[in-house]
């Protein structure tokens, strides 16, 4: 294994494009720039009190930085890790859930022989020893004891360090939709310069960062707000939609629908009583009665019947 070399996928993490990115209106992202302020002041809390303890106890010039906050789902996360690499699965009592820590193989290898006394280096890849392992531990612990610091001015947090693991595709911490908050990294131990993570569920510190939100704004900062608020909304309820009026859906066999020529006649099963639906985007919002105003097609709107009433369970 090289040293200082990092691997493609976890530079990808670190979303360096300049370039506009698309926003998805399915998955809106949450996590608001006071939210991110807030965060970038407890992670580079942590990254100095971090790099100060690795240079202490590796006697080793160390040193950690803040690269990035984002807000990404559980399963791109771990897609974004490389394989093997060194996961250390954390709670942070009282939150509830639980947090992930991640370092490259070769940065852990590298601080393990400098606490043995080595030299650093070029490190093999391999599984750790049982000697190596409790050394891992606990400078994992020694670290947690950092993240505790940094986050003590908004919560009072006891990271307790519960396993670790190598493999990211075999953790299931979370769900794979869960969305999570990943702050990243820049860790050098000496000569060896790699990408490290901490991945937080997004329930577990959404209220904390809640708690915290006390922004003051001027009068003419809370005027500005409130006219951008009008104008998204008018803009909003001026958005053109399409809505379709239709009979109620049959289902038909494949050769049915195959062998239909100009002139068949379908029977569409939909009663004379019966309304029809009122849809936007295969959504049903409302009944009506089909007619016309003047030269022109149109529907009443009525209530909806009963029996549909008591199947969807709409009032």
Known sequence: M?????SPGKMSRRGQSGGPTAYDFRRPVKLSRDHVRTLQTAFETYARSCGTLLTTRLRVVSSVTLAAIEQ????????????????????????????????????????????LGGPGGPQPERPLTEVEMPLLRGLLERMLGELRYGFEALVAIQPKLKEIEYNAQFLRAHAPGD???????DLKIGAEECLAS?????????????RTEAVVLSDKERASKNLALRNL?????????DVAVRFQPIRMRTDDIVDLRPGDVVPLGHATSRPLEVTVNETVFAHAVPGNQGARLACLVVPPPKESSKESGRP
């Open 198 to 210: 901490i991945c937080m569920p997004f329930n577990m510190i959404l209220p904390v960062l809640s």
């Open 2 to 6: 090289t040293s200082g070399t990092r």
């Open 179 to 185: 969305a999570c908050v990943v702050a990243t990294f």
């Open 72 to 115: 990404l789902n559980y399963d791109e996360y771990v897609a974004s890790l490389s394989n093997p690499t060194v996961i250390a699965v954390v709670g942070l009592d009282p939150l509830d859930g639980t947090a992930l820590m991640e370092m490259s193989s070769s940065a852990v290898m590298t601080a393990i022989d400098h606490m």
């Open 233 to 241: 909304t008018a803009g909003l309820f001026s958005a053109p939609i």
